[in-house]
């Protein structure tokens, strides 16, 4: 297959990604779109078809430069990242060589500091070795590293141990279910893990203001979604700041410290005892205010 017939077709979407506190854009996810217009009905299905072709190499590497070269059309683009799935047959690949894609990001006068790889972090068999290859890449590049699709079927805590990468992505089973419990405790239990070892967490698919606010709540550092943006062709529609996320982070403080008002008009104050008070003082006290089941103690200093 032709490279160019392949160019000709295929396009990309890019869809912002918000730091979840202030609505800054930190940087654009690039999907692959036009792969039906080949004949192919699905993503998988065409990279599966284009690996047996000769021109296998060349075909992946014009298909990220293409990316990148639609990326550097947002006037911003030197300020924030781009995130691109890198596909582990590429990868694992025996004539692959990452000088070429090195190549390719400086050629288009990015740094490599401006690009991170998505790599399939759910389903994928060969998770583990394209995860090794590239975190030693990224070790001596510079670039970043995200696990996509991060969720209940892929707990790879042991490499996040040891090598870690910039990012992962929680995926839109875990995100829409963040109110159960079972959930919950797994999503809240990933955000530590990962902010202990220094990885920023983003969520996938964050479709309403609901789970916007959940995923605020558990420390979540990053979201993408239709509640911000859908996937645009046209990346220089993408706005540096997204109001609709800075102003539902300040409702949210608001109702924070809304609710915590309300918590603190409904508490009592009770007068505490001091710790060398006798027993007479402390039982005289529960006479006199027989509503009280425990009294708060404290020493001379308060």
Request: hydrophobic share 40%; aromatic share 12%; glycine share 6%.
């Amino acid at each position: 297959m032709k490279t160019n017939k392949i160019l000709d077709k295929i396009f990309y979407s890019y869809q912002p990604i918000l730091n979840v506190y202030s609505g800054n854009t930190v940087g654009v996810e690039a999907f692959l779109r036009g792969y039906n217009n080949l004949g192919f009905s699905n993503i998988p299905q065409f990279f599966d078809t284009i690996k047996n072709e000769k021109n296998y190499l060349e075909i992946e590497c014009e298909i990220m430069r293409k990316a990148i070269k639609g990326f550097k059309k947002a006037n911003f683009s030197k300020n924030i990242i781009l995130f691109i799935n890198i596909n582990d047959t590429f990868v694992g690949n025996d004539e692959f060589n990452f000088d070429n894609v090195t190549e390719i990001i400086t050629d288009e006068g990015l740094f490599l500091e401006n690009i991170c790889f998505d790599i399939d972090g759910g389903m994928n068999k060969h998770f583990i070795k394209t995860f090794n290859i590239l975190i030693d890449y990224a070790k001596e590049s510079g670039f970043k590293l995200s696990i996509d699709n991060y969720g209940v079927y892929s707990m790879n805590y042991p490499l996040l141990s040891q090598d870690s990468p910039n990012f992962i992505k929680i995926d839109r089973d875990l995100v829409s279910n963040v109110n159960n419990i079972r959930y919950g405790t797994f999503l809240q239990y990933i955000t530590r893990i990962a902010h202990l070892f220094g990885i920023n967490i983003i969520a996938e698919c964050v479709e309403t203001k609901e789970e916007y606010f959940m995923i605020k709540q558990f420390g979540i550092d990053m979201l993408q979604g239709y509640f911000v943006a859908k996937p645009t062709k046209d990346i220089e529609s993408i706005d540096l700041v997204y109001k609709s996320v800075e102003e539902a982070a300040k409702l949210d403080r608001r109702r924070a410290a809304t609710d915590e008002d309300l918590i603190r008009d409904r508490l009592d104050t009770v007068k505490p005892v001091l710790i060398n008070s006798t027993m007479e003082e402390v039982f005289e006290r529960f006479e006199d205010n027989p509503e009280l089941t425990i009294l708060p103690v404290v020493d001379n200093t308060g």
